[in-house]
């Protein structure tokens, strides 16, 4: 039975620390985080993780990403995935949904996999890449969870689409072994995915875990065929090239808001309508009276918020 290999896993983990998502301090007063993406950003981890451990230890959120992202990349600190685990975990209680991805990811890679299928799934909710290609892979080989063909395609069609190269990769193998019956489910899978992503949904494809000892069924007889249809020669993928680091985004302030609603759910329909359009940066939704704005960012500067717009409107950068 034709597997595939997890290809340049790595290279989906190297995603810089978020900036933290708190309220602005006074201007006397250090903000810890961002004073830790700041140091990152010069190339000083060490400084990075001293101004991060204390925030995480104290139950700041985004520090505990931060350091989880530290241990996973050997930044500051002795890569140590079992470290980049626990941060994440902690992260992830305290509902910081972009940990979520990176935590199914690292308990997928420390062989939890039953553990890593919940998380995955809530990433993939959100459209997360890196989640899709994992859990495509673990539903086409049955790794942790019950085998699925189509809707391993309909993952692997959307991590693809969104560029990820390993996803590539995946994909034209799914190619060259799979059904055309099942293809063409995973496309119709896919479809329905990206229409409910695009009428701001949240689709959660249900996913069955494997069980330990779950009986085998009975073999199923099939109909002979006229002439046997050539098996496939297996081919494994190439192992992707890990890329390096991206440095950090740097915080000067500066979000662009894309509107002002009345209904919070509203403000969250828009951010799924309009996330993939602003890569690498996450929404926030503030409450102003009985209005909850939708911001998003960091941005360095004024002029890179306004650049971001592009065909976005209304989209107006806003200083933090």
Known sequence: MKSLWIAGLASVLLVAPAAAQRRP????????????????DRGDYRTAIDKWRPEAERGNADAQFNMGQAYKLGRGVAADSKQAEA??????????EQAEGYYGVTLFENGKRTEAVQWLQRAVSRDDARAQYILGIMLFNGDGVQKDWPRAYALMVRASAAGLDPAVKARAQMDQFMPL????KGLALSR????????????LPPVEVAEINRPSPPPMTRPAESAPRPKPRPVQPAPAPVAAAPAPVRDGGWRVQLGAFGDPGNARKLWAQVGGRFPGRQPYFVKTGALTRL????????????????????CVPVGR
């Open 87 to 96: 941060w994440y975990r902690k992260a992830v209680l305290q509902g910081h």
């Open 192 to 203: 329905k995915y990206e229409e409910e992503f695009r009428n701001g949904g949240r689709p």
């Open 181 to 184: 019956d099942d293809r063409q």
């Open 295 to 314: 911001l998003v960012g960091p941005y360095a500067s004024r002029a890179a918020a306004a650049g971001a717009c592009g065909s976005v409107r209304p």
């Open 25 to 40: 301090a006074p201007a006397a007063q250090e903000d810890p985080v961002k004073a830790g993406v700041d140091a990152y």
